[in-house]
C-alpha cells in the first residue's frame, strides 16, 4: 500500500525499491514534509533550555558576580550529570519507534514505562551522590571562598529536582518514538516561562537570593517531570501495560545506555579539555575561545533538530521493514544538515565581526574571536553531517559503532591539544584540533552510513 511520504520508486528484485536518480539538494523530496515536521519542533525544545538558562543567568546577574559565578560552577556539575543521563532520551526514541512501526505497541510503551522507573532511580541515586561530594567536585573546578559557598547553595537546593529532570528526559524520549515533537515543545516552553515567572517574583518581588532561583528551577523541572509521567502512564494504561519496575527491561535499557554514555562523556572530555588548553595560553584567548563555544553550541542545537528526526524516522521505517525507505529518508536528512550547516557558517563569516562585539568590548578579545569564528564557519556543513549521521545511526541502535568512534576522536584532539600545548601555539591551532576533532567523526560515520550495514543493526 502506497504511503503519503513514500517516493514512487522502481521495484528491484533485490532490494525492493531502488531509489531514483541522486536529487540536487535543494529539491523537494516526499521526506521534506516528515522531517519538518519533527525537527521545527524538536528544534524549539532544544532552544527553549538554552532560552532559560539564558534568562536564569540574566536575573542571578542581577543578584551579584559572585552569585554569577557560583550559578556558572554548580551548573556546569548540573549539565554533566545531565548530560551522561541523555541515554535515556536518546535511547528510548529510535527502540519505541521500531516496536511501534512493528505493531508491538505494548513493548513499546512498557519500554517508556521502565524508562521512567530507571530514571528516578538513576535521578536519586545521582542527586545522593551529587550533595555528597558537592565541595570537592566544586573544589575541583577551582571554586573558593564566597563563589564556593554560593556554587554549593545553588547545587544543593537543585537536587531535589535532579530526578525529575531525568523523568523529563525519559519523557521526551518516549514521546520522540511516537512521532510525536510538539508536546515537547509545548512542556519546554511552559515550564520555562513558569520558572522565569516564579523566579523574578522571589527575587525581585519578595528580595530572596541565589537560592530562589534554584528552587524556581526545582519547581519547573517538578512540573515538567510529572507531566511527562502522566502522559507515558496514560498511553500504557490504554493499552494493558503494567505499571511496576521490571528488572530485566530496565537492564536492557542501561547496556544500552551503556554506548551512549560513553559517547557523552568523550565529547564533553574534549570540551573540557579545549577550555583547558585555552586558559593556559592566556586570559584573552579562553574569553575569545569561550565565546566561539557558546556560538558553535547554539548552531549544534538547531543542526540536532534534524539528528532527533533521524532518530524517530529510522526507528520507524526500519520497523515498517522498509530499509530501502529508510535510506532514503536518511540521505535527504543528510542534505536538508549540510544546506542549513552551509547557510550557518556563511552567516557567521559575513557578521563575525558584529557578532564577537556583542559579547565584548575588549578590541584584543574581539579579534581573537573573529578568528575563532572563522573556524566555527568553517566546521558547520561538517557538523551538518555528524549530526545527521549520528541521529540516524542512533535510531538504527549502531550505538557502539558511534561510542567507539568517539573515543578515537577524542583520543585525536588530545594529541592535537597537547600539542598545541607543549609548543606554545596559539588559539587558532586549538581550533584546528576541534576540525581533527570532527573529521574524525565524520569520516567514519559516513563510510558506515555509506555501507547500509546499520539497516540490520537491530
Known amino acids: 500500500m502506497w504511503r503519503w511520504w513514500q517516493p514512487s520508486w522502481r521495484r528491484s528484485a533485490f532490494s525492493g525499491w531502488t531509489l531514483p536518480s541522486r536529487p540536487r539538494l535543494l529539491r523537494r523530496t516526499e521526506f521534506d514534509r516528515p522531517i519538518a515536521t519533527l525537527a521545527i519542533p524538536a528544534l524549539g525544545s532544544l532552544v527553549a533550555e538554552p532560552l532559560y538558562v539564558l534568562a536564569d543567568t540574566a536575573v542571578v546577574g542581577r543578584i551579584g558576580t559572585t552569585e554569577l559565578a557560583g550559578l556558572a560552577l554548580a551548573s556546569t556539575v548540573l549539565l554533566t550529570a545531565h548530560a551522561l543521563m541523555i541515554f535515556l532520551a536518546y535511547g528510548a526514541t529510535g527502540p519505541i519507534a521500531r516496536m511501534i512501526s512493528e505493531g508491538r505497541s505494548g513493548d513499546a510503551a512498557t519500554r517508556g514505562i521502565q524508562g521512567l522507573w530507571l530514571a528516578?532511580?538513576?535521578?536519586?541515586?545521582?542527586?545522593?551522590?551529587?550533595?555528597?561530594?558537592?565541595?570537592?567536585?566544586?573544589?575541583?573546578?577551582?571554586?573558593?571562598?564566597?563563589?564556593?559557598?554560593?556554587?554549593?547553595?545553588?547545587?544543593?537546593?537543585?537536587?531535589?529536582?535532579?530526578?525529575?529532570?531525568?523523568?523529563?528526559?525519559?519523557?521526551?524520549?518516549?514521546?520522540?518514538?511516537?512521532?510525536?515533537?510538539?508536546?515537547?515543545?509545548?512542556?519546554?516552553?511552559?515550564?520555562?516561562?513558569?520558572?522565569?515567572?516564579?523566579?523574578?517574583?522571589?527575587?525581585?518581588?519578595?528580595?530572596?537570593?541565589?537560592?530562589?532561583?534554584?528552587?524556581?528551577?526545582?519547581?519547573?523541572?517538578?512540573?515538567?517531570?510529572?507531566?511527562?509521567?502522566?502522559?507515558?502512564?496514560?498511553?500504557?494504561?490504554?493499552?494493558?501495560?503494567?505499571?511496576?519496575?521490571l528488572t530485566g527491561p530496565m537492564g536492557v535499557i542501561l547496556r544500552s545506555g551503556q554506548a551512549l554514555v560513553i559517547r557523552t562523556a568523550s565529547l564533553r572530555g574534549a570540551l573540557t579539555l579545549a577550555a583547558a588548553v585555552a586558559a593556559s595560553i592566556g586570559t584573552e584567548e579562553v574569553a575569545a575561545h569561550q565565546v566561539g563555544l557558546q556560538v558553535w553550541f547554539t548552531l549544534a542545537l538547531a543542526l540536532d533538530a534534524v539528528a532527533i528526526a533521524g532518530q524517530a524516522?529510522?526507528?520507524?521505517?526500519?520497523?515498517?521493514?522498509?530499509?530501502?525507505?529508510?535510506?532514503?529518508?536518511?540521505?535527504?536528512?543528510?542534505?536538508?544538515?549540510?544546506?542549513?550547516?552551509?547557510?550557518?557558517?556563511?552567516?557567521?563569516v559575513v557578521f563575525r565581526t558584529p557578532i564577537a562585539g556583542l559579547f565584548?568590548?575588549?578590541?584584543?578579545?574581539?579579534?581573537?574571536?573573529?578568528?575563532?569564528?572563522?573556524?566555527?564557519?568553517?566546521?558547520?556543513?561538517?557538523?551538518?553531517?555528524?549530526?545527521?549521521?549520528?541521529?540516524?545511526?542512533?535510531?538504527?541502535?549502531?550505538?557502539?559503532?558511534?561510542?567507539?568512534?568517539?573515543?578515537?576522536?577524542?583520543?585525536?584532539?588530545?594529541?592535537?591539544?597537547?600539542?598545541?600545548?607543549?609548543?606554545?601555539?596559539?588559539?587558532?591551532?586549538?581550533?584546528?584540533?576541534?576540525?581533527?576533532?570532527?573529521?574524525?567523526?565524520?569520516?567514519?560515520?559516513?563510510?558506515?552510513?555509506?555501507?547500509?550495514?546499520?539497516?540490520?543493526?537491530?
Open 120 to 245: 528516578v532511580l538513576l535521578g536519586v541515586g545521582a542527586a545522593l551522590a551529587m550533595a555528597v561530594f558537592a565541595r570537592p567536585l566544586l573544589t575541583l573546578l577551582q571554586a573558593e571562598g564566597e563563589v564556593l559557598d554560593a556554587a554549593m547553595l545553588y547545587l544543593l537546593v537543585s537536587l531535589p529536582g535532579f530526578p525529575f529532570l531525568l523523568l523529563a528526559l525519559a519523557g521526551a524520549g518516549v514521546l520522540h518514538g511516537r512521532q510525536d515533537t510538539r508536546r515537547p515543545l509545548v512542556i519546554a516552553v511552559i515550564s520555562a516561562v513558569f520558572n522565569l515567572v516564579i523566579e523574578l517574583i522571589l527575587i525581585f518581588g519578595l528580595g530572596f537570593g541565589l537560592g530562589a532561583s534554584a528552587l524556581s528551577t526545582v519547581i519547573a523541572q517538578v512540573m515538567a517531570g510529572l507531566t511527562y509521567v502522566w502522559m507515558v502512564v496514560r498511553w500504557a494504561r490504554t493499552l494493558g501495560v503494567g505499571l511496576t519496575p
Open 360 to 458: 565584548t568590548g575588549d578590541a584584543a578579545v574581539v579579534s581573537l574571536t573573529t578568528l575563532v569564528l572563522l573556524h566555527v564557519a568553517g566546521q558547520q556543513p561538517i557538523n551538518g553531517v555528524v549530526f545527521a549521521l549520528d541521529g540516524i545511526l542512533i535510531g538504527a541502535g549502531d550505538l557502539w559503532f558511534l561510542a567507539g568512534w568517539m573515543v578515537i576522536a577524542f583520543l585525536a584532539f588530545g594529541l592535537s591539544a597537547t600539542a598545541v600545548l607543549i609548543t606554545g601555539a596559539g588559539l587558532g591551532w586549538l581550533w584546528a584540533g576541534v576540525w581533527v576533532f570532527m573529521i574524525v567523526r565524520m569520516v567514519p560515520l559516513f563510510r558506515r552510513w555509506r555501507s547500509r550495514r546499520w539497516l540490520s543493526t537491530v
Open 313 to 348: 524516522l529510522t526507528g520507524r521505517y526500519l520497523g515498517e521493514g522498509d530499509p530501502e525507505v529508510a535510506w532514503a529518508a536518511s540521505r535527504r536528512m543528510i542534505e536538508v544538515n549540510t544546506i542549513v550547516g552551509a547557510t550557518f557558517g556563511l552567516v557567521i
